[in-house]
């Protein structure tokens, strides 16, 4: 998925249905914004230059949020005893104070750092490195993707614990924090809220696509027509003009006017008003098409073809050239950056990655020969996300070039992936069970069971990673926010 654009990855019929800013260090105290968050806002200080963070010594400094109110920020360590006499001091717990009410609505990330190196330490969860908490008018919360640390939250101050501390005190020399403007995903404890549209009906629901904010989107029901929504999933309507089809996968621009679907044994259909009309591409040509992708702005996509080659069109669909360089292959998923040069194709077979919107293409053989059934980008196509019928979710970090198994997934039957623009959350399905979301870009991964298990088949993902639909083969669509 690129930053703008949204869709799901081909699916197959399923068989059957079971059932800031602080930076001490060797001293630096830095404000700024996430990554995660729009605008970056710098305040730099150098603080004892060279030493090692004390823990217990609070240092203040003014932040962009607090005007000219300087905040305190004092971590904590405590000692862990051993069984054979040892022990180990550990970095548990930061206390932030003097907050003033200009402060209310935002997120405060923390990290911390070694002696060297730009990767944030783990703190808590064996694995988190991120320590959100959410400034909800003066009451502190754990935010996304905190839990495992708790909040004692005061009048202009919190205290912010890790339950099962990672980090020797010892090995911390930085630590950071951050602030940005609060995105939430879904709520304290990671579990989403899914309703069911029950309005579009009980259908074999197997493809979707959504805008870059989520409220227009477009699904498909296998074997019927595609439905379109303007307003986040509530209400949808049957858009008779798409004819019916074997609908696979769909495909949106940032904007949602733009919309690309594909049928297995037909046309790739395309819309320029947001689904109300389609047009049948003839210059497609008719073809068992598995997947599609889309830049941005809806001009350059790409398909693939089971038992057959990639398919590039730079004209919004009206003209395509066969790209042979990739090979004829089983094709199942393919995803593309925002601007469209960047492409990453699944085969069952290896995955395969383009840097020039097609023309040449590299096998990747880090993550092996599996049975790759969806492929996810970000926005600049240099984090992606596979997902395999039968295995573990990969990830990626470097355009393709080398994969990360990632076993905190589990193994099952995952048949789609998706990821937001800048790469940090992943939600998956599997096939027949539940839906699973990430904030730590596929290291950890919370089970979505107010969703139920279910057949569940595709889904799409919003920009920021903060809506959701999804569809129940021959049940309801679902929505989250």
């Known amino acids: 998925m690129s930053e703008d654009s949204y869709h799901d990855d081909p699916i197959e019929e399923p068989r059957g249905r079971s059932p800031r800013t602080l930076f001490i260090t060797s001293g630096a105290f830095i404000l700024g914004a996430l990554l995660l968050f729009q605008g970056t806002f710098a305040s730099n200080i150098s603080i004892n230059s060279g030493s090692r963070i004390e823990f217990g010594q609070g240092i203040s400094q003014l932040v962009v949020c607090s005007g000219p109110t300087s905040l305190t920020l004092t971590p904590k360590s405590s000692f862990s005893n051993a069984s054979n006499g040892g022990g180990t001091h550990y970095f548990t717990s930061v206390t932030v104070s003097n907050i003033p009410s200009s402060c209310n609505g935002v997120d405060f990330t923390i990290n ?49 614990a890790f339950s099962n501390p990672v980090a020797a005190s010892s090995s911390v020399f930085k630590i950071t924090m951050q602030t940005g403007a609060h995105i939430s995903f879904c709520s304290v404890n990671e579990q989403c809220t899914w309703a069911p549209r029950t309005e ?27 439905y379109s929504s303007y307003d986040s999933g509530n209400t949808w309507i049957a858009r008779t003009s798409s004819g019916t089809g074997l609908w696979r996968a769909i495909v949106s621009s940032a904007d949602g006017t733009r ?16 689904g109300v009309t389609w047009t049948e591409q003839t210059g497609s040509g008719s073809r068992r098409w598995l997947s599609i992708a889309s830049s941005s702005d809806g001009t350059r996509l790409a398909g693939v073809t089971y038992g057959g080659y990639i398919y590039t ?13 990739a090979g004829d292959r089983l094709w199942y998923a393919i995803t593309s950056s925002s601007d469209g040069t960047r492409l990453v194709a699944a085969a069952n077979g290896y995955i395969y990655t383009s840097s020039d919107s097609g023309s040449t293409w590299t096998e990747q053989a880090s993550a092996g020969s599996r049975n790759w059934f969806s492929v996810t980008s970000n926005s600049d196509g ?17 355009f393709g070039n080398t994969w990360t198994e990632q076993t905190s997934s589990g193994n099952r039957s995952w048949r789609a ?44 993902m919003n920009s920021d990673g903060t809506r959701f639909v999804a569809g129940d083969y021959s049940g309801y669509i679902y929505t989250a926010d």
Not at 429 to 450: C, H, M, N, P, R
Request: hydrophobic fraction near 35%.
């Open 382 to 398: 240099s984090r992606l996300a596979a997902s395999q019928l039968g295995g573990y979710i990969f990830t990626s970090v470097d």
């Open 200 to 226: 579009a009906g009980s259908r074999n629901w197997i493809a979707f696509a959504m805008s870059g904010d989520g409220t227009t989107q477009t699904a498909g029901d296998n074997g019927g027509n595609l």
């Open 112 to 160: 911390a750092y070694g002696n060297s190196g730009s990767t944030p330490l783990a703190l808590f969860n064996t694995s988190r490195t991120n320590v959100v908490v959410y400034n909800d008018d003066g009451v502190f919360k754990s935010g996304t993707g905190s839990t495992g640390t708790s909040i004692t939250s005061g009048s202009g101050t919190f205290t912010v």
């Open 417 to 460: 992936i998706v990821t937001n623009s800048n790469g940090t959350r992943l939600v998956a399905l599997s096939a027949i069970g539940y839906i699973y979301t990430s904030t730590d870009f596929g290291k950890t991964w919370v089970e979505q069971t107010s969703a139920g298990s279910r057949a569940w088949v595709s889904l799409a």
């Open 313 to 325: 069109s730079a004209d919004s669909g009206v003209t395509w050239i066969e790209r042979t360089d």
């Open 259 to 274: 919309v690309a679907a594909v049928a297995e044994y037909g046309y790739v259909l395309t819309s320029s008003n947001s």
